[in-house]
């Protein structure tokens, strides 16, 4: 199974599960311009958390961006790698 991607917004009293990097990228830019705050913490699936006697403890998610609409060009960064990923060939 892929590893599902999390964001975070709104001061981080919103999250939201996504399946790929294409849907977090959909998402931002459909919300985020209505949302409270610009910023959107992106975090992507890594390996589970192993508790001391060995057995499964659940999922973990890493920190791999953080997006911030109010940033100058962050919206035409954002539609250009949705773009491009949506290309034949382009990055999934």
């Not at 991607?5 to 998402?27: M, S």
Request: no cysteine.
């Amino acid at each position: 199974m892929p590893a599902q991607w999390q964001i975070r917004f709104d001061n981080g009293h919103q999250q939201r599960y996504l399946p790929d990097r294409q849907a977090v990228l959909r998402y931002v830019l459909t919300v985020g311009l209505k949302a409270a705050s610009p910023r959107f913490e992106v975090f992507r699936e890594s390996d589970p958390v192993v508790l001391g006697d060995g057995s499964p403890g659940g999922r973990a998610f890493s920190l791999v961006e953080i997006i911030d609409l109010a940033r100058p060009g962050e919206v035409e960064r954002l539609r250009a790698e949705l773009s491009a990923a949506s290309q034949p060939g382009g990055r999934p």
